[in-house]
């Protein structure tokens, strides 16, 4: 009977293993397939948001257009349009109208930026003007004297900063900055691309601290695409890694590989001074107060000395503007009273019109951008007096009536704190 068994066993192992072969076979097939169509997905995903988000040719084809029709004219459109000595290299967008390019000009390195499309929205400020405006550089007209074209600079600088005593050296930078070829003169041309430049928050602020270390240099312009300075390191911490893996990646490992890829603690303690350094030149500054309204870590890099510069100023807005644009702002709730990602009043339910104080100020949010950064790896002598500091600063309120002596203190004692810490390194 055993022996019977047998041949029955062994004619039924090849139909086992074929029938083994085959599931591993389809299995096999099915992953490669799922890969090849995740792959394709990426590759489809990956350069739909590339053609949508980079678009550097039509940015450059639209500006020279307008240059050799004699429209706009500035220090960079020779080098862009004639000469090609200025050239738009890897693109940094992150939206549509709003085009980001490493570029080399000439031996120098630096970041291009120009704004592509009319943006249906209105930029913070008394007059809220459209983009639609600054796009088509019909302002100022044919005609316009120079003496009226100092005068829309004024009134548009007052309605951004406030009425000031040193307004009129605000519009002396300015057209410094209109009269590309150093002339003595503002062409009509000039002054279009001028007048669309003067619409950007981050034109205006480059202008404010154009003197300040932690503001890159405004290399030229033309039109409304302008060139800035080159910053090496950004963001100030962190990784950047593909969009499909940060997906994937858990906060916590995250943080870890932030954490690791950061340099030492002297050299986070320099970085941050800087960025304290840089408060203090938005808050109450020559030219009136900036309200930084997205503190986020990719707006800011460093360079081979450690030495902070904010690469991305588009929402660090002027105070006088905001509290204008907030001020005819209908709400049901608090959260109807936001601008960018940090700026948030609160809602007046008896008039269902926005406040105009800012519920926290600079100061907390960097604070609170920076707490993580600078307690891991802290000396143990100051952890915990710096923890207390850090806690201090975040717990800052907009609207208290001690918020600026409290300010003042907090900011100095965290400076001096950090500063006794790497004074005597040579990270100083």
């Known amino acids: 009977m055993a022996r019977g068994l047998i041949p029955w066993i062994w004619l039924k192992r090849p139909v086992y293993i074929q029938a083994r072969f085959s599931y591993l076979h389809m299995k096999y097939l099915f992953f490669s397939w799922l890969a090849v169509f995740v792959g394709s997905w990426v590759v489809y995903v990956e350069y739909s948001s590339y053609t949508e ?10 500006i020279c257009d307008k240059f050799r029709k004699g429209v706009i004219d500035g220090s960079a459109c020779n080098s862009l349009c004639e000469k090609d000595t200025l050239y738009l290299g890897k693109c940094l967008s992150a939206k549509p109208s709003n085009q980001v390019y490493s570029g080399s000009w000439g031996d120098l390195e630096g970041i291009i930026k120009c704004q592509m499309e009319e943006d249906p929205h209105y930029d913070l400020g008394a ?41 009129a050296d605000l519009v002396t930078l300015v057209l410094g900055v209109a009269d590309s070829n150093k002339d003595g003169q503002i062409s009509l041309s000039e002054a279009h691309s001028a007048w669309a430049l003067l619409q950007l928050n981050e034109f205006l602020l480059s202008v404010v601290l154009q003197d300040r270390e932690h503001t890159p240099r405004l290399m030229g312009f033309c ?44 050299r986070k303690a320099k970085i941050a001074i800087g960025l304290l350094e840089f408060i203090e030149d938005v808050f109450h500054g020559t ?33 006088g503007a905001f509290q204008e644009a907030m001020r005819e702002r209908r709400c049901e709730e608090d959260s109807d009273c936001v601008y960018g990602r940090d700026c948030l009043t609160s809602c007046d339910l008896t008039k269902h ?54 300010h003042s203190l907090i900011l100095n004692n965290l400076k001096t704190l950090l500063w006794k810490k790497i004074s005597h390194t040579k990270d100083s």
């Open 53 to 62: 988000l980079c678009r550097g040719h039509e940015c450059k084809n639209s």
């Open 127 to 167: 007059e809220l003007e459209p983009r639609k405006e600054s796009a088509s550089f019909n302002r100022p007209t044919k005609g316009t004297s120079m003496e009226k074209f100092k005068e829309m600079v004024f009134s548009h600088l007052k309605a951004k900063v406030g009425d000031q005593a040193n307004l």
């Open 223 to 266: 039109g409304d695409l302008y060139v800035m300075e080159k910053v090496p390191y950004v963001p100030l911490y962190g990784v950047s890694l593909p969009w499909i893996v940060e997906l994937w990646i858990p906060a916590s490992l995250r943080r870890s590989i932030d954490q690791w890829a950061a340099p030492s603690w002297p």
């Open 287 to 319: 030219f009136g107060s900036f309200l930084m309204c997205d503190v986020s870590v990719t707006g800011f890099g460093y360079t081979e000395r450690h030495d902070i510069k904010v690469v991305d100023a588009k929402r660090i807005v002027p105070e």
């Open 353 to 406: 019109r926005c406040t105009t104080e800012v519920t926290q100020p600079n100061l907390a949010k960097v604070c609170s951008t920076l707490k993580d950064y600078l307690l891991h790896g802290a000396p143990s002598d100051i952890k915990d007096e710096l923890e207390k500091q850090l806690y201090a600063c975040i717990a800052l309120k907009g609207a208290s009536e001690q918020m600026e002596m409290e």
